[in-house]
Structure formats: structure tokens, C-alpha cells
């Protein structure tokens, strides 16, 4: 089958190749996969900034159908609408995993980096990672789980965001209008922040009924900052924004060492804290909050991309000319 892959270490060497099909073996399913979502991670893997195991197939925002399922199964899984959570597998001993926080198992694989993900036709997941969908969520939205995972995970494990705090979002991508979302389920008066070339996606966010500004506005004070850009420049301006005791949120990747002002860190005594990925609690948390309406994941989706036109999603993704684009293998 064709898929999208990492076919070698360093910057690019991404392209469509012939994939393994893909097998269900003990406890594991083999997924049709409906949507994959590219995240600024799959940027930052093309880039050769994130590591990844090549060959391999890229893409970790799944929702597929169950075709095939491995020994011990429950056959009944068979043409269940599903996403799948990202790590194939982890050691299941350590410390971290026996927490419920697989997402830092030294020995973890995941989906799309370590062994083959959802940029194909069919990909082979635990049944572990299963979470059914509502009947109502369309399959292509239902890829957005995944990031929304994450955010749960960052804003909601534990809260970061209380009834009443005026919070600040800076990058207003995918991760960020999800992000702005749970804060403001949380609770919390959001301000999403962007540039100027943002217009498209501070306009989704006017739209789902944030107020909004860009870099060449005035100064914003927040009692929580969530930092979704990766950018240095809004990781600067988001420690400046804290109020003094406030409490600074890390989500944006920026693939590279960047120069911050952080003794302001000490100065204002800022809680600062991140996420990396997701847990099975964000997972369920995250399908909560779409059940509840409360997230909203239509105005995000700006495209539904056929798996060949893979380069032109990249670049608009890359370009900020839309949102979230979703390949549909």
C-alpha cells in the first residue's frame, strides 16, 4: 500500500512509498483509516527536528474503522468508528507507566514515529488505544481528538485554569483554538493572541467568541498564559504577559534552542509547567468535552486532503493559511 513516510534521517526525505500492509496480531486491530490530521509535529519529523525512526510511516491523528482484529479480540469491534491513542507500545514496568503516564515511559513507540501511523490506507494500533466516537462527530473532525488529547492533558491534568482567570493563548493554530476552548470550558476568560498573518485562523477565533489581537497590539496581563506557537518571540512576550504569581502553560514545540528572558521566571515567581502528549485520562477527558458540545471542532477543519496532495497540506499547514488540514489516506 502507499503511504506517507519518513524514508531517512536529517531535513525532508518525506514522500509517498510502498508501505507494508499492515497486520493484526495478538491484541492489536488493523484500522481503514478515515482522517489523519498533520500536526506541527509532522513538520517539525519532515524538518529533521523531531526524532523519528525511519522508514516510517508518519501521521498520529487517527480515526479510522476497525477492519481486522488480532487473537483475543472481541470480533464484535469489527466497523466500530474509533481513534486511536498514539503509543504502540510502552514497557508497562516503569514508574512512570504504572502512574498512568505512559506518555513518558523511556521505552515508549508511537504511532507515525517509532512504527508506522495513519498517513495510509490501514494502520495497525492496540486495541487498548481504541475510544469509540459519537455517532454524530463526522470522521474527519474526529481526527482533532488527538491534539485534543494533548490539551487535556497540558490544561486540565492538573487544572491549570480556574473559574475566573483571565487567560492568554498565544498561537492561534489548532493546538491553540482547542486550547482556548478548555480553558474557556475551564472557566477562564480567554484572549487568544496571534501576527498579522494569522487573520484566517484570529478569525475562527473570533468566530468560535474569543476576542482576539496580533503582535502589533497592546500589551496583554494574564493570570495564565498557554504558549501554543513554539515560537521564541510569543514564548518571550507570554512570560512578559504573566501577572506576578500567575501561571505560564508550554504546548508549543519550536524545534530548536531558544534565548528567553526567564529570570522573570523568578522575578514575578511564575508557575511554569508543560505537556507532552497525552495520557488515557486526557483521552477520555477530551471525548467528554466533544460529548458535552463544549469544544467545538468544526470551524477548525479547513481541508480534507487526498493523501496525494500531501505536499500542498504541508505548506499551507506550514503558511498559516488555514487551520487543520486532514489527509484522507
Known amino acids: 500500500m502507499i503511504g506517507l513516510a519518513k524514508l531517512a ?19 492489536h486491530v488493523v484500522l481503514e483509516v478515515e482522517g489523519a490530521g498533520i500536526c506541527g509535529t509532522d513538520l517539525h519529523i519532515h524538518d529533521g527536528e523531531y526524532a523519528s525512526v525511519p522508514p516510517v510511516t508518519m501521521g498520529h ?14 470480533g464484535g ?18 514508574t512512570f ?20 501511523g495513519g498517513f495510509a490506507a490501514r494502520v495497525a494500533t492496540p486495541v487498548t488505544n481504541l475510544h469509540r466516537i459519537p455517532d454524530w462527530l463526522d470522521d474527519h473532525l474526529a ?43 475551564s472557566g477562564g476568560s480567554v484572549h487568544v493572541r496571534g501576527t498579522p498573518r494569522d487573520a484566517v485562523r484570529l ?11 496580533t503582535t502589533e497590539g497592546r500589551p496583554v496581563e494574564a493570570d495564565v498564559v498557554v504558549e501554543c506557537s513554539g515560537a521564541a518571540a510569543g514564548m518571550a512576550f507570554g512570560l512578559e504577559s504573566a501577572r506576578r504569581g500567575g501561571r505560564y502553560v508550554q504546548m508549543g514545540l519550536a524545534g530548536r534552542d531558544v534565548t528567553l528572558p526567564f ?5 514575578h515567581e ?18 467528554a468535552l466533544i460529548e458535552a458540545r463544549e469544544v467545538d471542532l468544526a470551524p477548525l477543519l479547513s481541508e480534507v486532503v487526498p493523501l496525494a496532495d500531501w505536499d500542498r497540506a504541508f505548506a499551507a499547514t506550514r503558511g498559516g493559511q488555514g487551520i487543520k488540514y486532514v489527509l484522507a489516506p
Request: hydrophobic share 40%.
Open 9 to 27: 534521517p536529517g531535513a525532508r526525505n518525506v514522500a509517498l512509498a510502498d508501505r507494508p500492509e499492515p497486520v493484526a496480531a495478538p491484541g
Open 61 to 74: 491523528e487517527i480515526s479510522g474503522v476497525v477492519a481486522e482484529v488480532g487473537e483475543g479480540v472481541d
Open 77 to 94: 469491534l469489527r466497523g466500530a468508528r474509533v481513534v486511536t491513542e498514539t503509543f504502540f507500545s510502552t514497557c508497562g514496568t516503569c
Open 97 to 116: 507507566c504504572r502512574a498512568g503516564r505512559p506518555n513518558l515511559c523511556p521505552e515508549r513507540r508511537s504511532l507515525g514515529t517509532h512504527v508506522d
Open 143 to 185: 481526527a482533532m481528538v488527538e491534539p485534543l488529547a494533548c490539551v487535556c492533558h497540558s490544561l486540565l491534568d492538573p487544572a491549570r485554569v480556574e473559574e475566573g482567570d483571565a487567560v492568554l493563548v498565544i498561537g492561534p493554530g489548532p493546538i491553540g483554538l482547542l486550547a482556548a476552548q478548555v480553558a474557556r470550558a
Open 203 to 213: 478569525e475562527a477565533g473570533r468566530g468560535l467568541g474569543f476576542e482576539t489581537s
Open 263 to 267: 529570570d522573570l521566571v523568578c522575578y
Open 270 to 287: 511564575l508557575e511554569v509547567t508543560a505537556g507532552f502528549a497525552s495520557t488515557p485520562a486526557s483521552w477520555l477527558r477530551a471525548l
